[in-house]
């Protein structure tokens, strides 16, 4: 080991074992620094590598520490001769990432997080929902939407002659290969409809009401199953407990994670579709109609009955989460004209249930306030 | 003697802390916590000084990165249980569980909070140290949640100060001890006058409020060592707390949040600055006394449970 230098200047040594402070004699060198006690009988030097200091500049002196544990420390003045020579070897030993980065420019870290930040959000909101709706299992996901279906229509009041009509209805209507489609009708005036995982669909009677037509309502059904049949629900959730864990970092607020469990507990039932879903809800929907040999203009019909909806009363709920947009419609115009075609009539027992469930809820404007 | 407080931190320099932190923690999703947590509370305690001597906090990104990971685990299996019995039985069964656990974990959150903070805490070399005991502090700790709830929270200011005496009576300077003589009835007494004499001065006894409650806190505690004492008293004014509430509500409003460290460096001066100490210990002359203590659990656990360091 090389001496680099060494002073007769001494500074005060706090040893670790009382706060009394003693004089030492401070020499540098290659990686260490040594110290030898200047009113001691035995003068031996005590070693101290470079890698193990770390200091903190207060005012006009520095205060070195020893070992990782702060335990003994080295109070030197800006004055003491050695001073800069020791914080440069002090400060080259250190290579952690903090170190490395909190050298750097304040604005361009400043940019740097902002971009990172951005960056690693949109991968995460892409990526993760996708890749862990993989991993659960059909079985299971029937299962948990069976528990939630129980939970969610505790407080609603099933209308169970319209679901048995409804069910007539959708006898030969297949929508899922995979999922067990059951389809309830809820006694309530507002326009809506939604589905769960695992194959529960919810139809509010008020959006019956809005019918005119049974091809609206398998055009209904299809849009529906089709969230089921894509897991959209399952994704959408992923999607918001993704999106909040990746915020609550950037809060630093680690209680995120706990509420972020707690706060989606409940969010199945205030699901709103992203516009992608809903397009491909739409479309998917369609197919559905097809293979049934149902005319896929029903879902334009559709369309148009639940946007006249609007301006009826404040119980357009469904229309908040499911925009009816002139894109959607357009859209699902364009898919009927490249699938027209001659359709199947509803047969005479589905014609006549379909009849009963309008007579149970009429069009709102044959009911006139 | 008098013995000078200080508190030398920037805003700046605490504002560039948590960047890095934070941009570590995006890169690593959220891992780099612990070590992000040991970069600050480092920071805070070297800039804070008595005698000139900084504190140092002892504790590394290591230690409470596994316990970071223990209390994870933790908050996971009560995760687990509550939301298979909500699936199993009835949800309100779900959710009492959670909330018991949660609650059970409390004390032990505090008490391992505390003996990892004061055991990792330095000055000029001599550890401070926590020596509670878990069982009295949980016996503590339900009895006066239990009285609170039979008093309808009427109990609440009583326990509180029961707490407070019992964690800072077990706090240990080396080999000086610390004591707090704020009693239940007094604080009780303070909080109801100061709400409502905001309600009817339309919140301006805020700062008042504040001042009362920053004193009665400081007042009470005093440090002893052998038969030698050191008092603390508080000196800030209502009309400090009206300029340092104030300013740092204006930091963060027009800073969107980022002037948070601005804020925090401002208060951590305001409180050094009006706290006086004075006495006749002798602090050359205080001993290493207390153990080491590395296992972080119980503060990290703290920190999942959203309660801070009650000192």
């Known amino acids: 080991m090389t001496l680099d230098a060494t002073t007769r200047v001494s500074c005060a040594y706090y040893?670790?074992?009382?706060?009394?402070?003693?004089?030492?004699?401070?020499?540098?060198?290659?990686?260490a620094l040594s110290l030898v006690y200047l009113e001691s009988e035995d003068p031996k030097e005590i070693y101290f590598p470079y890698s193990q200091c770390r200091y903190v500049k207060l005012e006009e002196q520095v205060f070195v520490y020893l070992q990782p544990s702060y335990a003994s420390y080295l109070v030197v003045?800006?004055?003491?001769?050695?001073?800069?020579?020791?914080?440069?070897k002090i400060s080259s030993g250190q290579t952690s990432w903090f170190q490395k980065l909190y050298k750097k420019n304040g604005v361009a870290l400043f940019f740097a997080f902002l971009f990172t930040a951005a960056a690693v959000l949109f991968i995460g909101y892409k990526t993760v929902p996708p890749l862990l709706v993989k991993f659960i299992p059909v079985q299971e996901e029937i299962k948990w939407g069976n528990k939630i279906y129980e939970s969610a229509l505790s407080d609603k009041e099933i209308d169970s002659a319209a679901t048995e009509l409804v069910k007539k209805i959708t006898e030969?209507?297949?929508?899922?290969?995979?999922?067990p489609i059951k389809v309830s009708v809820v006694n309530d005036t507002t326009v809506n409809a939604f589905a769960m995982p695992g194959g529960h669909i919810v139809i509010y009677s008020g959006i019956i009401c809005a019918m005119k037509h049974p091809d609206e309502l398998f055009a209904l059904l299809g849009h529906e199953a089709t969230h089921v049949n894509q897991r959209h629900s399952l994704q959408m959730m992923l999607t918001k407990i993704t999106s909040s864990y990746l915020l609550s970092i950037l809060t630093s607020d680690f209680n995120g994670l706990g509420s972020t469990l707690i706060g989606n507990a409940d969010l199945l039932r205030e699901l709103g579709y992203s516009r992608r879903l809903e397009a491909e809800a739409d479309w998917k929907g369609q197919e559905i109609m097809i293979q049934n040999s149902v005319n896929p203009a029903g879902m334009t019909q559709l369309m148009e009955a639940l946007q006249a909806t609007y301006s009826d009363s404040g119980t357009w709920s469904f229309l908040r989460s499911h925009p009816v947009t002139k894109d959607r419609i357009s859209e699902s115009k364009k898919f009927s004209q490249q699938h027209a075609?001659?359709?199947?009539?509803?047969?005479?027992?589905?014609?006549?249930?379909?009849e009963a469930l309008k007579e149970l809820y009429p069009e709102k404007r044959n009911t006139k306030k | 003697m008098q013995y000078a407080l200080r508190f030398l931190g920037k805003g700046f320099e605490l504002f560039k802390i948590q960047l890095v932190n934070l941009l570590l923690q995006i890169v690593t999703l959220g891992l780099y916590y612990p070590?992000?947590?040991?970069?600050?509370?480092?920071?805070?305690?070297?800039?804070?000084t008595l005698q000139d001597h900084p504190f140092a906090f002892t504790g590394t990104g290591k230690q409470m990165f596994k316990g970071f990971i223990k209390a994870l685990l933790l908050m996971a299996i009560i995760f687990a249980l509550a939301f298979f019995i909500t699936f199993k039985f009835e949800p309100i069964w779900g959710i009492l569980t959670l909330y018991l656990f949660l609650f059970l974990l409390m004390p032990l959150a505090i008490h391992g909070s505390y003996r990892y903070r004061m055991a990792n805490t330095r000055w000029k070399g001599i550890r401070f140290g926590y020596t509670g005991d878990r069982q009295e502090l949980i016996k503590l700790f339900f009895s006066g949640i239990l009285l609170t709830i039979i008093t309808f929270g009427i109990y609440g200011p009583w326990f509180?100060?029961?707490?407070?005496?019992?964690?800072?009576?077990?706090?240990?300077?080396?080999?000086?001890?610390?004591?707090?003589?704020?009693?239940?009835g007094d604080f009780f007494v303070m909080n109801l006058a100061g709400y409502f004499l905001s309600i009817f001065t339309l919140g301006i006894y805020i700062f008042w409020?504040?001042?009362?409650?920053?004193?009665?806190?400081?007042?009470?505690?005093?440090?002893?060592?052998?038969?030698?004492?050191?008092?603390?008293t508080a000196t800030a004014t209502a009309g400090g707390f009206f300029s340092l509430l104030i300013g740092n509500f204006f930091i963060v409003l027009f800073t969107l949040g980022l002037g948070i460290p601005w804020a925090i460096t401002r208060s951590l001066t305001f409180v050094a600055?009006?706290?006086?100490?004075?006495?006749?210990?002798?602090?050359?002359?205080?001993e290493q006394q207390q153990e080491e203590f590395t296992d972080a659990t119980g503060d990290d656990m703290a920190d999942m449970l959203d309660f801070g360091f009650i000192i």
């Open chain 1, 15 to 31: 040893n670790g074992s009382a706060a009394i402070p003693h004089n030492v004699q401070l020499s540098l060198y290659g990686d």
């Open chain 1, 77 to 88: 003045p800006v004055q003491h001769p050695l001073y800069l020579q020791l914080l440069s």
């Open chain 1, 172 to 179: 030969h209507y297949s929508m899922s290969s995979q999922y």
């Open chain 1, 341 to 354: 075609g001659s359709f199947n009539s509803l047969p005479v027992e589905q014609q006549t249930a379909w």
């Open chain 2, 35 to 48: 070590w992000a947590k040991a970069n600050t509370l480092q920071y805070l305690y070297s800039h804070t």
């Open chain 2, 160 to 184: 509180y100060m029961k707490l407070r005496t019992y964690i800072i009576e077990n706090v240990r300077m080396g080999d000086a001890r610390f004591s707090y003589s704020g009693k239940g």
């Open chain 2, 209 to 232: 409020w504040q001042r009362d409650i920053f004193r009665f806190f400081i007042n009470n505690t005093r440090m002893h060592r052998n038969d030698q004492l050191v008092s603390f």
């Open chain 2, 273 to 286: 600055n009006n706290i006086a100490i004075e006495g006749n210990i002798s602090l050359d002359e205080l």
